[in-house]
């Protein structure tokens, strides 16, 4: 998961040092006995019972019987493949060695068995994901100029004798007769069969010592002020020989704009541009497949955002952006101007400002257009899963917070405000994903009140307003091994929003923890299907009355 955080420097975000009160939508939806209960269910970390009739039907069950009232059914995970017969998109038929049988449609299965016992599925799809970079699969591939463009730095090492190696991979295992460098974490000991080399430098690349991997029986941290490299083959052979303690090498950097596949700045999912009418289209008319083929009960969008602070800078997307703003006589360093070295701090330029409104503007539009594609089949809840990490979503692209909010950072204009997209959804599910419960715990654990499910929960309301329904989302792994820790959570995030969603069906099927769920619900045993609560947005007109200034207001 990525964590980073800046609470200090962003104006108007984090004014306040602790959460304000909870919108009084929280109270109002208590007394009427409305609670989000939501779990969902990633496409491939579950395919391997989502392919069998029975054991979905034992999955909805028994979500059913702990009090779960909705479910989230991944149908396109971040490959860009589906989990339905698509006449548009590839269906996936193969995961991890699991194979898809041709003729099942996982989303038809799901729904028969889930309404058969009055249990709600909404539909998530990874709305600009389309292709996994670990694979080197999916339809972005396919289409690369449907690729959203990075801006980063391809970075070159110099050995002393003049021999170059690309040094585009850090705190990852080096390519067969390559380097690769580890800044963050600690440099794995070799593989069986792989001759390694180590290299444990300054931050200005001067040689500490130099070691054969064959000697490296345990993995190597890199040093406070320094780092190591770490070569393979024949670049290993080179760096022990020409490598003597104080020499110093050299990193040469210049700046790159290549498809986000090819680019390092983003990990996995292969991102699409927004902004391409094909794009654009296709990914209308696939919204539309699913609304008007299956009886699906809501829509959820996931990763519907810019990969990252570094794309997309195109020239499509460029031409959008100059025609709104004027020209960028420097481009992209007038927007951002990437680091030497990975995960080190971007610099903003001075159309920053310009460019994060405008694109948190394209992905609101983008949400409208969706929003009146599924309105075309007919209305329906819509969702959003976002990170929690609201002070700084502006690299993401995207303005999730309430227009309350004028100026939530100190480098955009009042008119920012204006780009929020929650006003075209009904419930947001932001993950908040600590592995303390409640605030009053942190101290056991050394820990940040903001750290934990409450103080992020309690945050993510004050940012939202109340202006739609948040369920505070929890993930089972930061609990592994502690399931008490975890019905705590499950009760920090229902006590702090509209409702809960549990992050992933795939943990609580592995470890058995339906009785933990049912728990930290507080479900009664044996609850009879009908006093199951009903979710806020199960009632259509109580978010238009809250916004309009009825009783929640």
């Known amino acids: 998961m990525r964590r980073f955080w800046c609470w200090v420097v962003l104006a108007g975000v984090c004014a306040s040092a602790f959460p304000q009160l909870l919108p009084p939508s929280v109270a109002l939806t208590r007394r009427m006995g409305l609670e989000g209960r939501v779990m969902w269910v990633d496409a491939t970390a579950n395919l391997s019972w989502l392919i069998d009739r ?26 860009g493949h589906v989990l339905y017969h698509s006449q548009i998109a590839p269906k996936l038929t193969e995961w991890r060695g699991i194979q898809v049988p041709p003729d099942i449609d996982v989303l038809q299965v799901f729904l028969e068995e889930a309404h058969a016992i009055g249990l709600e599925v909404h539909a998530n799809i990874n709305v600009l994901s389309e292709g996994h970079k670990m694979f080197n699969s999916g339809p972005a591939y396919e289409h690369v100029d449907w690729q959203m463009v990075a801006y980063s730095r391809r970075r070159t090492l110099v050995l002393p004798d003049g021999s170059r190696y690309e040094l585009n991979r850090f705190d990852v295992t080096p390519p067969p007769d390559g380097i690769a460098a580890y800044r963050r974490n600690p440099a794995p000991v070799p593989p069986a069969g792989r001759s390694w080399a180590y290299a444990i430098l300054t931050d200005d690349l001067r040689v500490q010592a130099v070691i054969d991997g064959m000697f490296v029986a345990r993995p190597l941290t890199p040093p406070e002020n320094g780092w190591i490299l770490v070569a393979d083959g024949q670049a290993a ?49 696939i919204i539309r497949e699913i609304c008007q083929n299956y009886p699906i009960d809501g829509f959820v969008l996931d990763r519907m955002r810019w990969a990252n602070v570094y794309t997309d800078f195109s020239e499509r997307t460029r031409a959008a952006f100059e025609a709104e703003y004027g020209r960028v006589s420097n481009w992209p360093d007038d927007i951002v101007r990437p680091p030497t070295l990975p995960r080190e701090g971007y610099e903003r330029g001075q159309r920053f400002g310009q460019w994060a409104e405008f694109r948190a503007r394209v992905i609101r539009d983008l949400l409208r257009d969706i929003r009146r594609t599924i309105e075309s089949v007919r209305p329906m809840p819509i969702g959003a899963y976002v990170g929690s990490w609201y002070p700084i979503y502006f690299e993401l692209g995207v303005n999730w917070g309430s227009d309350a909010l004028a100026r939530p950072y100190g480098f955009v204009s009042p008119e920012y405000r204006l780009t929020s ?3 075209d959804m009904d419930y947001l599910m932001p993950g908040v994903y600590f592995n303390i419960p409640f605030m009053n715990e942190a101290p056991l654990y050394d820990g940040d009140e903001i750290r934990t499910v409450e103080g992020m929960t309690r945050r993510v309301m004050e940012w939202t307003n109340g202006d739609l329904f948040v369920y505070s989302g929890i993930y089972a792994l930061d609990y592994r091994g502690d399931p008490a820790g975890f019905e705590r959570a499950i009760r920090a995030a229902r006590l702090n929003s509209h409702g809960v969603m549990i992050f992933d069906a795939s943990h609580i099927v592995q470890w058995d923890w339906w009785e933990t769920i049912r728990r930290g619900l507080g479900t009664p045993d044996g609850l009879a299907s009908d006093t199951v609560p009903l979710a806020p947005h199960q009632l259509p007109s109580l978010l238009p009355s809250l916004r309009n200034g009825g009783s929640g207001s």
């Open 237 to 285: 052979q080179n760096l022990e020989r020409l490598s003597t303690l104080g020499v110093g090498l050299t990193l040469q950097t210049q700046p790159i704009l290549q498809p986000i596949a090819e680019s390092d700045t983003e990990g996995i999912a292969v991102f699409v541009n927004p902004l391409h009418p094909v794009v654009r289209e296709r990914l209308l008319g």
């Open 54 to 79: 029975a054991q979905i039907r034992d999955f909805v069950r028994r979500c059913r019987e702990v009090g779960i009232n909705c479910i989230v059914l991944d149908v396109k995970p971040i490959s």
């Open 421 to 423: 997209y929650l006003y």
